[in-house]
Nanobody, 126 residues
């Protein structure tokens, strides 16, 4: 089970840190990802982190967002800085128990992940 927290309302230029706590087993071997879905839009890849610690980002958040994991706490984080109104969305945490993906294309697909959280709302005001 994945449970997100940390969402809220923030002004443009501000920061938020999302957390994703995993329970029901260790997720340390899994690739973890963050996705988001804005109103009227499809779910979109935001960031992913492999078991090795390698990180991958969508172009739209590169340089502003940072994904990290604390295996001891079974938790994944998404630090979001320099937030923009277009970052407004419901943010979802996801985990993949499949063999480690070798490509960004695979990791950015929702179908690669077989565990999902319920989502947390992030609203950025202008």
């Amino acid at each position: 089970q994945l449970v997100e927290s940390g969402g809220g309302l923030v002004q443009a230029g501000g920061s938020l840190r999302l957390s994703c706590a995993a329970s029901g087993g260790t997720f340390s071997p899994y690739t973890m990802g963050w996705f988001r879905q804005a109103p009227g839009k499809e779910r979109a890849f935001v960031a992913a982190i492999k078991r090795s610690g390698s990180t991958y980002y969508a172009d739209s958040v590169q340089g502003r967002f940072t994904i990290s994991r604390d295996s001891a706490k079974n938790t994944v984080y998404l630090q979001m800085n320099s937030l923009k109104p277009e970052d407004t969305a419901v943010y979802y945490c996801a985990a993949s128990s499949y063999p480690t993906a070798q490509s960004m294309a695979t990791m950015s697909r929702g179908s690669f992940y077989n565990f999902w959280g319920q989502g947390t709302q992030v609203t950025v005001s202008s």
